[in-house]
């Protein structure tokens, strides 16, 4: 079975139109995410969805008018996958734009959901090419993503052993406090709803004050090839009530900090692993 999610869209516009809405920062920011430069062979980039969301990714080749590829990652931490658009002409003022997102860790649901994402940007494409004008997204409700880890003695759903990655903090009984740490310095959540099964999964609800409602986040750990895949996922951001600069600066600050859990985890899993980890 192939390895690639491939999604085809027919835009109104030919290839010489589409190319730039590709490749040039200033038209990518208009339907997809925002690039941190130019797209080059061979050096890194990043993408950024304005919410905390983002990808570092490297290009390795491009055909002018026809070709765009490179390697991405998640968060920073994600699996990496490759993807390929694919230009072609379509007849008078149209083009043919294929994406082929290959990753042979995903599972079929994630296969689904990943073609449904695709669907969704490219149909964003085609809108800002006929209407010129922006076509984001808004605020995502979830936050979520993966870290590959390799097999070995760590237990990073294990317990105390996740309070060595997870910013969670006692209250000298129990779990009771999520921590936020980023560039204004560290805020705290109340945990609740707390409910560990160790080595599988962990589950939580964090309350934001002034709402009505808490985000619930599960962890999970299950085996992936040679080792293990750690993810999570933190629902609940669109419906908090809050006023839409805070909201998104919230899952701003939220998202950096599972981004650094994840990786303290992966790090501490190495570690464990020893050589070759």
Not at 79 to 91: D, F, K, M, N, S
Not at 184 to 205: I, K, M, N, Q, V
Not at 244 to 250: S, T
């Amino acid at each position: 079975m192939s390895d690639a999610v491939r999604v085809t869209v027919r835009l109104p516009a030919p290839p010489a139109r589409v190319w730039p809405a590709l490749t040039e920062p200033a038209r990518v920011a208009q339907w997809f995410g925002d690039l941190a430069g130019p797209l080059t062979i061979g050096e890194d980039n990043r993408l950024d969805f304005d919410d905390g969301d983002f990808f570092t990714l490297r290009p390795t080749a491009l055909v002018p008018g026809r070709t765009v590829e490179f390697v991405w990652r998640f968060l920073g931490v994600g699996e990496r996958q490759r993807v390929v658009w694919t230009l072609e002409a379509a007849g008078p003022g149209a083009a043919l734009l294929t994406v082929a997102d290959h990753d042979d860790t995903r599972t079929p649901a994630e296969a689904g959901q990943l073609h449904e994402g695709w669907t969704d940007f490219l149909a964003r494409l085609a809108r800002h090419l006929r209407t010129g004008h922006g076509a984001r997204y808004a605020l995502r409700d979830d936050i979520d993503g993966t870290v590959g880890l390799p097999a070995g003695p760590y237990r990073p759903l294990a317990y105390p052993t996740l309070l060595d990655w997870l910013p969670v903090a006692e209250d000298g009984f129990r779990p009771a406090w999520f921590f936020v740490v980023d560039d204004e310095g560290p805020r705290r959540f109340a945990l609740r709803e707390w409910e560990l099964s160790e080595d599988e999964e962990l589950t939580f609800t964090v309350a934001v004050p002034g709402t009505a409602r808490a985000p619930a986040a599960r962890v999970a750990l299950a085996p992936a090839g040679a080792g293990l895949r750690l993810s999570f996922a933190h629902r609940g951001w669109t419906a908090l009530g809050l006023p839409d600069g805070r909201a998104q600066e919230l899952r701003r600050r939220f998202t950096a900090t599972w981004v650094a859990s994840l990786a303290a985890a992966r790090d501490r899993a190495r570690a464990a692993a020893g050589p070759g980890g």
